[in-house]
C-alpha cells in the first residue's frame, strides 16, 4: 500500500518518521538541489568578503558594517530559500508537479519570514547573550547552565517558519502554533533533529575527507585543487540542507497530524513506537486488539480502559489517568497535546 509522505494520513511512530523523512529526501533532492545550492552560498556572503580581504574566513569582523550588513542580509536570504526549498519539497512529497512560482511565493511572504526569523532568534538570543556579559569562570558556567533553555526554546520554535509556509498562519500566529505543535512533543521534534544533525556531520565528514586527499599537506594548493575542495564542501552542504528540510517537513507533518487527530477524537494520542514479539509490552498490545477485535477473556479487563478505540498502530485514550496507567503496562510512548 502506497504511503502519503506528506501530508500524513495518520501519526507515525519515530521509525516511520525517519523512514519517510529518507523517502522525501530522495525524491526531491534533484529538484531541490538549486534552491538549497544558492542558500548555502547566500550564507557565505561575509565569507567571500573575508577572502576578498586577505582575512581567515569566518573573521566575523563585528566592527566592519560592511561585514555586517553582509553577514545580515546573506543570513535571510539563506532562510527565504531555505523555505523556497522547504515549499518546493512539500509540493514533490504531496504528489504534486512543481514550478517556479514556489520561489515567487517565499518572496511574497520574505517579510514575515525575517519578522519569524528575528523574533526567533530573539527568543534564543535573550537567553544565551546575559551569560556573555560575564567575567570568566563565570562566562562559561553561565553559557552552560542557560544553553538548557535556549535549546528547548530552539526547538519549540522550530515549526514556526514552516507553519508560515505550509499553514499560512500571521508572524504571532507562526509562533504560537509552533509551540503548541511542540509542546507534550519536545523530545519526539529533538530526537527527529538531532538523527538529521547527525547524518549531516557525517557528510561533513566525509567532504573533509575528499578536500584533505585532493589539498597538499603543505597548503600550497593549485588554484584547481582549491575550487575541487569548494565545490565538493558546497555540494554537502546543500545536500545536507535538503536532508534537514526534509527531517523539518516530515516534523510539521507529524505533529499537525497528531493535533488533528487529538483534536477529532478531544482525547490524547498514544503512538506504539515498539512492539516485539514476546515480552510485556508485546503481550499487553496484542490482547488490547484481540479485545477490540471482538475476543474476551482477560483481554476485556485491558479493552475496557480504552475509551475511542484502536486505529493500526495509533491507539486514541481518552482518559489521562487511564493513558497512564495503561502506558506503565504496555511500555509505549504517550504523545501528550
Known sequence: MSITL????????????????????????????????LAILAGQLA?????????????????????????????????????????????????????????????????????????????VAVLILPPLALAEPYRTVGVAVMLVPAVYVFVALSLSLPARMLAHKGVIQSLMYSLDLIRGNWWRATAMYAVGLSIIMVFYLLAA??????????GNAMPIERAMAATAVLAVGAIGLTFYTAITLTVFGDRVALAEAAAAAGAPVIVIEDVKAGGEPA?????????????????????KEIVDGLVAEKFVVGDSAVADGFVDRAGIMRQDL
Not at 18 to 28: T, Y
Request: hydrophobic share 50%; with cysteine; charged share 10%.
Open 47 to 123: 565569507t567571500f568578503y573575508d577572502i576578498s580581504r586577505g582575512h581567515l574566513p569566518n573573521a566575523h569582523d563585528v566592527n566592519d558594517p560592511i561585514w555586517v550588513s553582509l553577514y545580515t542580509i546573506g543570513t535571510m536570504l539563506a532562510v527565504i530559500l531555505w523555505m523556497a526549498t522547504l515549499l518546493r519539497q512539500s509540493t514533490v512529497a504531496a504528489g504534486r508537479t512543481t514550478s517556479r512560482t514556489d520561489l515567487l511565493d517565499v518572496l511574497k511572504n520574505a517579510a514575515a519570514i525575517t519578522a519569524i526569523s528575528l523574533l526567533s532568534g530573539a527568543a
Open 283 to 303: 503481550a499487553c498490545c496484542y490482547a488490547l486488539w484481540f479485545a477490540l477485535s471482538g475476543g474476551g477473556g482477560g483481554a476485556e479487563a485491558i479493552a
Open 209 to 218: 575527507i575528499m578536500a584533505a586527499m585532493v589539498l597538499p599537506a603543505g
Open 6 to 37: 506528506y501530508p500524513p494520513t495518520q501519526p507515525r511512530t519515530l521509525g516511520e518518521l525517519l523512514e519517510v523523512s529518507f523517502k522525501i529526501f530522495r525524491l526531491s533532492l534533484l529538484k531541490c538541489l538549486p534552491y538549497a545550492t
